[in-house]
């Protein structure tokens, strides 16, 4: 019986069947061996020599690896085909007294029977470029770790932590946050024609104002918009300058991690987790109708946009069978890659062309819909150009130039599968006012004006990052590699460094505190540029161009000074208050614990007095303090305490009555039985409205009241919000008033 250890136990079913009987399958689960978890476990003075240790969770399975291989004719490590994978197989190598020079490492793209069969033919000595280039970024992020979260721990507050990778990513999404903040917008007016031939065609068609005496005219007030207008009243439109010509649009290259998660985000509202959840499930295998437990994906973590010639030979059959050879390229597709790029796998692509995503909608939603968007986009990466009758026109009238563009298909291409996406995010593209079609025109001819139209408009500030849009400024920018980017921007949001603000991400004031104290006193650790360049090492170190150690020690030496520069031995300095200490007579400070800001005696440590405060909408802050309403309990009367979640009322007479009341803000009356309507929180942190005589009135709303009213019955009205329509509506039966509001007005009204 041979031995084959693998990491992942999703996929041990689906690889044991293709083994057959010969072989035995074992998971590892990862990694089996670490860094000490409450030590440093560097030996910075040797050569930074790592400490590794079998991970506590782990025992059991050492103890059934090691079982398993004494018995075993031969033991093959098929850890994942990664610089990851190879550490751990050179951790397993060493922990079954394997010799990692012997041939007994091997390793697959696809998990498909083809695939492991030719691994089993090639096995090799473990490749020891790539656990060192492992093992630095292990020992580097480690020494990052270790040595900077005790210092954003003293001059913020208590159990902060910082890394090298993810708080690079934080400052993106800090200084993006703040270019919003301090954005200015311009001012600029559009001006659009709506025309049409004089005879021959009733097509309307739509021309932008261009230019004026041949020069690009842009407008910025009403002042000079009105002028233009005035101008262009009672005036001849002349076609002039006509541009035809055959425009071709190239298919997208097959996904990459990076362009997959974008896509999965923007394309299907997939979050990261859901994302690399669904491809490990792909990757790993899904049960498929007659056909068993098998993978339907290539390996997930990629930044190589290559595709085997095996898997293009297939999609040409398929292409060629399915759509015909016109569909089909003179010369296969070939991508190119980013320079920075490990090249060390395929691109992510469908296994078997014949599984197509029809065949397999009864597959759990998330990887359905990933594997459809998966097989789409590399079917047609491979087929031909789409090709386009493209149509550009300028419209002169009193010196000033309107143009109009169009474009109709003369052959889809690769577009009869797959439509690439925009986000709304992006810049939008100079045809973004294109036709569909436009009438037959020549130079000289005269065409009517049937209206104009003059749009204001202001710069926006640019959009928040969202978990894709992150993803691709990280790696535009070479911070971190495909298996980081999900985990690194978890993180984040995991530590609160980072919110949700529906699919946006939004820096929290810690967040911001940890990003301005990491610049001040480790500008190189902060810089962008500085976090791309040792990616590039960790890339030379898997090349075999340089020593992991070098590296490492070329990093120390400043990070070291750095260190030494920030243990001043002071804390974050406190913010004084006007709140005096009841207990000495001193000024109270703000200070920051474990759960957040407290009221600290500034004479401490004379006086130890604390107390917990919240504050108002103005930020003036609001102590504990006695109150006029009654205890229903026990008749004492009913003081206003602050808590870990805020404000709330107990009983004065504590610890005898331990009664205590939410405090809930109140925002109207209840529309069912008249009592006061308060603002409440759900379990998952959603604000709703609800009565407050719960739960003897049920009533309940998500949507949020307003202080206008209906004007049929004078009650409140409601504010319902959509992606794309707003609308106000009243509650009282009967009614049924309701006034939608389009988003578009909303904003304009608001500008």
């Not at 394997?98 to 793209?109: H, T, Y």
């Not at 993803?471 to 495909?482: D, L, N, Q, S, T």
């Not at 400070?589 to 800001?597: C, L, Q, S, T």
């Amino acid at each position: 019986m041979k031995l084959v250890v693998i990491e992942g136990p999703g996929k041990r079913e689906t690889i044991q069947k293709y083994l057959g009987s010969d072989y035995e399958v074992v998971a590892s689960k990862g990694h089996v061996r670490d860094l000490p978890v409450h030590t440093l476990g560097v030996d910075i003075n040797n050569n930074f020599e790592p400490k590794y240790e079998v991970m506590p969770d782990k025992k059991d399975i050492i103890k059934t690896l090691k079982n398993k291989a004494s018995r075993a004719s031969q033991v093959l490590l098929a850890t994942d085909p990664d610089r990851e994978g190879e550490a751990i197989s050179w951790h397993i190598a060493h922990i079954l007294d394997l010799n990692p020079k012997d041939n007994i490492r091997i390793e697959f793209n696809e998990i498909s029977k083809n695939a492991i069969n030719k691994a089993l033919t090639q096995p090799r000595p473990i490749n020891d470029d790539l656990v060192n280039a492992q093992q630095a970024r292990r020992v580097l992020d480690r020494i990052v770790g270790y040595k900077l979260s005790p210092i954003i721990s003293q001059k913020i507050q208590p159990k902060l932590s910082a890394g090298r990778v993810q708080s690079v990513a934080l400052e993106l999404v800090v200084e993006r946050e703040r270019e919003i903040i301090n954005f200015k917008p311009e001012e600029s007016w559009a001006i659009s024609a709506e025309l049409s031939k004089q005879t021959g065609s009733d097509v309307k068609f739509k021309a932008i104002l261009n230019a004026y005496n041949n020069k690009k005219i842009k407008i910025e007030n009403a002042e000079q918009k009105d002028k233009v207008l005035a101008l262009l009243n009672n005036q001849q439109w002349v076609v002039g300058n006509i541009k035809k010509s055959v425009t071709h649009s190239h298919a997208p290259a097959p996904y990459i991690t990076s362009t997959m998660q974008q896509d999965a985000l923007n394309k299907m509202g997939l979050s990261l987790k859901r994302t690399t959840q669904a491809a490990q499930n792909l990757y790993e295998g899904v049960e498929v109708k007659g056909k068993g437990k098998i993978a339907l994906i290539t390996y997930i973590r990629t930044d190589s946009v290559r595709v085997s010639p095996e898997a293009q030979a297939k999609a040409k059959e398929y292409i060629i069978s399915q759509y015909g050879a016109q569909y089909y390229p003179e010369k296969p597709n070939v991508y190119t890659s980013k320079k920075s790029a490990q090249d060390a796998h395929e691109a992510i692509r469908p296994i078997y062309m014949d599984i197509r995503p029809d065949d397999v909608k009864y597959l759990a939603p998330d990887n359905y819909k990933l594997y459809k968007l998966i097989y789409e986009r590399f079917l047609a990466s491979q087929m031909k150009e789409a090709s386009y009758n493209s149509v550009s026109l300028d419209i002169n009238v009193n010196k000033f130039s309107f143009r109009a563009t169009g474009r109709t298909p003369i052959f889809a291409g690769y577009t009869i599968i797959y439509q690439d996406y925009k986000s709304k995010d992006d810049p939008k593209t100079d045809d973004e006012n294109a036709q569909t079609t436009l009438p037959p025109l020549n130079e000289g001819e005269i065409v009517n004006c049937d209206g104009l139209k003059a749009e204001q408009k202001f710069t926006k500030p640019p959009a928040r990052y969202t978990e894709a849009s992150l993803v691709k400024a990280m790696e535009e920018k070479g911070i971190g590699r495909p298996a980081t980017y999900a985990p690194t921007i978890l993180v984040l949001t995991n530590r609160q460094y980072v919110e949700k603000d529906g699919k946006y991400l939004k820096p929290s004031e810690l967040g911001c505190q940890v990003v301005d104290t990491l610049i001040k006193y480790f500008p190189d650790i902060m810089d962008i540029k500085f976090t791309a360049r040792m990616e590039d090492r960790l890339d030379d170190i898997a090349a075999g161009k340089e020593t992991w150690q070098t590296t490492i020690a070329d990093f120390y030496k400043d990070f070291s000074v750095a260190i030494d520069n920030a243990h001043d031995g002071q804390r974050a300095p406190a913010e004084e208050t006007d709140e005096i200490c009841d207990k000495c007579g001193a000024k109270m400070v703000i200070r920051v614990g474990k759960y957040g800001k407290f009221l600290a005696c500034s004479n401490y440590p004379e006086c130890k007095n604390v107390k917990n405060f919240t504050t108002d909408e103005k930020g003036e802050i609001i102590l504990p303090h006695e109150t006029d309403e009654i205890c229903d309990k026990c008749g004492a009367k009913m003081a206003v305490k602050i808590g870990k979640f805020g404000q709330f009322l107990a009983c004065t007479n504590y610890p005898e009555c331990k009664n205590i009341k939410n405090i809930s803000k109140v925002v109207g009356v209840c529309p069912k039985c008249g009592a006061n309507l308060v603002e409440k929180v759900s379990k998952k942190g959603n604000k709703f409205y609800g009565c407050q005589n719960y739960p003897k009135c049920d009533f309940v709303s998500w949507d949020s009241p307003t202080e206008q009213h209906c004007p049929n019955c004078n009650a409140i009205l409601y504010k319902k919000e959509g992606k794309t329509v707003q609308k106000l509506y009243c509650l009282t039966q009967g009614c049924g008033y309701s006034q939608p509001i389009k988003i578009e007005e909303k904003q304009s009204i608001e500008q």
